[in-house]
């Protein structure tokens, strides 16, 4: 309901040539595998890149009728809210806890992290995702796909339906996207990274950067 | 610059008074000193009061030429965001660590928080606030004010103008807002709670809920 109020921002890029264009510009390759983003997504947030990336989420899926979106903290907030403001829905973030004791009233998945190489508890309240719900899961990146596979979880342990999983960077030359779509679910990643190598941004379908 | 385009919220009634009326009816008083929100601001957003809130902030602090919001994650995210995205400047959310190895290249604070007994660093990347930033600083509670003069501290480190300090609720019975004044801070906190005594929610200068 707020589409009609929102500034086109500098003219007629789209929302994905935007965010291609941030990366480009200020993405830093550290290796193969790791591209930080922390001026604009993971530390410091372009709000204004941060709501043409809501439109974008909310534009691939406005053919599913979302009560709610459902993300993790911290980096995945800034897209997710901006994504419910335009929608009118409530946004719900999980909780990272090294470990729950308390895992009562909560539905929890564990999710293991590549890099850290650790694995942490994430957790929803049962108060905030029913079987009413239809949810889109955000996050910021996709890699692995254990973060999203633990939303996907707990949405099902919720009983809700899943709208399906917006990434705004996946990198394709892991595996989350494959078994994201092997679960039957519905991936929409804004920017696709086909490879990182020789500490270039390659974007999938385009020429190295 | 997006003042214009923000659609006036349930008519006439001002931000203040419906960040209020979600407390009485959505907050859960928990104990004489604790307020639950989980369900529109700690846990599951709310990203409508969310703008609200932000519009708040970006009027109260209109005097001031904010070139960047900082906020703790996770749950200063949403509010700076959106003050963020009204003002058209970024927004850092210093990170939460146990404790920090590495410190290069980081402005870091310890922050002990009473509810939890423990102490944990907070930081922020040195690229990401300057001697040459004016910084708002946004927190969703204010309680014993450990976080927020973690943020000045920060926000001193980097040489930074503070314009001031916005809350979305502070516990005027507890410590922190005469910490931050007399740290010579204006603070401005968008509902004040005068006490949570018998389960009820009294705002200051108003009679109990």
Known sequence: MYAFFIRTF???KTQVELLKE???QDGKVLSEEVLKVDSFLNHQ???VLMQEI???FVARFSDQNITKIVTIESSGIAPATMAG???GVPVVFARKRKSLTLTDHLYSAKVHSFTKNESNDISVSKDFISNEDTVLLIDDF???GQAALGLIDIAEQAGAKIAGVGIVIEKAFQPGGELIR???IR???LAELQSLQDGKVQFVGEEAF
């Open 10 to 12: 500098e003219g007629s």
């Open 22 to 24: 941030k990366i480009r």
């Open 45 to 47: 947030i372009d709000p």
């Open 54 to 56: 809501g439109k974008e």
């Open 85 to 87: 403001l335009i929608l």
């Open 142 to 144: 996709l890699a692995n």
């Open 182 to 184: 092997k679960a039957g």
């Open 187 to 189: 991936l929409e990643s």
